[in-house]
């Protein structure tokens, strides 16, 4: 996964792919609507305010359509960032937000700056949208009595799997740990192990100083991700808006992901020593940050720019679509917990732990 995503210009990020949008292979929520980037602004806003000279660090920016709708609301609402540091594992995605910054916001282009690795100290907002899924996984295969590793082999002019029995390692050590190890079926069972989201944690918890970490993603708590009736992973492909389940398929050019496992980021975040400081679905964070309001601003007597809009929130937060799947989890250090939890007063905290 890692190969065959990150390689650099031969990989599906790395290289020039489309990736998102209609040209692409999928939609990401600030390529649905600037609402989504104008609704976390009010987030960022909140968190920004009592911080004063904090910033904000965007993870996997994308085309750099979230940054612009960030910082284009923040200015109008006074409250900008010191600076606007993007950290972004592609160099064509660099380039590409690049260009957009400086043709949509160009007054506001020297507030950001690219980093080539994590910054030894940050007092703000981290922010990270559909990053924890595009990073590689492990998958384990719980079998009677053991657990296996499942790797990829090149085998007749073809890739192929092949399991390997773990017998220590971070890798076993966290599959044991596992619900799928007490459960009688079914086995064998497959499901992933993402060590680079918890090492991602760890390592956002050693650099923030103060501030909050606000993460985007689908997935579920670990009752839901390793359920029986997961027993094949959560693994997806993505070529050209169609999801399929065939990794092997055009290596390089198309997107692999997978479901976020929230319980491992919120047990890693405790053990960090961050708080939890909410973990609710993206239709009740939007809703509770003001989306529908920012819906209001339009005057719904004006068709043609009210129903796009409400075309596109309803994508953003119908249970149907996004809504449900997407959750958002909150991680906190030296803030007040009142401060932190904007964006959880109403609706489910769902247990995580
Ligand atoms: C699915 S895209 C999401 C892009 C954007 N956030 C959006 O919502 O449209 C995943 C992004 O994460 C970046 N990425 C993956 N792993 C990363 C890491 N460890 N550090 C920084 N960026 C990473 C990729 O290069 C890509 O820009």
Not at 91 to 118: F, G, M, N
Not at 181 to 205: Q, W
Not at 293 to 317: E, F, G, W
Request: some cysteine; charged content about 20%; overall charge negative.
């Amino acid at each position: 996964m890692e190969t065959v995503l990150y390689t650099p210009r031969l990989g599906y990020y790395s290289g020039g792919a489309a990736k998102f949008g209609a040209a692409g292979d999928f939609v990401t929520a600030p390529e649905i609507s600037p609402l989504f980037g104008e609704t976390l602004a009010q987030y960022a806003a909140h968190i920004l305010k009592p911080i004063k000279q904090g910033s904000i660090l965007e993870l996997g920016a994308g085309s750099g359509k979230l940054a612009v709708d960030l910082l284009h609301t923040l200015a109008q609402l006074d409250c900008l960032p010191q600076h606007y540091y993007i950290l972004d594992l592609s160099a064509d995605l660099q380039q590409r937000q690049r260009t957009t910054i400086e043709q949509r916001i160009p007054h506001l282009a020297s507030r950001v700056s690219w980093l080539s690795a994590l910054p030894e100290q940050f007092e703000g907002l981290i922010l990270a949208n559909e990053v924890l899924d595009a990073m590689p996984v492990h998958l384990a295969v719980w079998q009677n009595g053991s657990i296996a590793e499942r790797g990829v082999l090149w085998e007749d002019q073809g890739l192929a799997w092949q399991d390997r029995i773990l017998a220590e390692g971070e890798l076993f050590d966290t599959a044991w740990q596992l619900p799928p190890t007490d459960r009688p079926s079914p086995l064998p069972y497959l499901s992933e192990i993402s060590l680079a989201n918890r090492h991602f944690i760890r390592s956002l918890a050693t650099l923030l100083q103060r501030g909050t970490i606000l993460l985007i993603d689908y997935g579920f708590g670990q009752s839901e991700y390793y359920h029986p009736q997961r027993h094949q992973g959560t693994l997806m492909c993505h070529y050209r808006h169609h999801a399929h389940d065939d990794p092997f398929f055009l290596p390089g050019l198309q997107d692999i992901t997978s479901h976020v496992d929230f319980s491992a980021i919120a047990q890693t975040a405790l053990d960090s020593g961050l708080q939890l400081t909410g973990y609710t679905t993206q239709t009740h964070f939007l809703i509770n940050c003001g989306i529908t309001d920012l819906l209001a601003r339009t005057p719904a007597d004006q068709p043609d720019d009210y129903l796009p809009q409400v075309s596109q929130v309803q994508r953003l937060i119908s249970p149907a679509e996004m809504g449900e799947l997407f959750k958002i989890i909150v991680l906190s250090k030296n803030i007040d917990g009142d401060t932190a939890a904007y964006g959880f007063m109403r609706g489910d905290l769902r247990r995580l732990l």
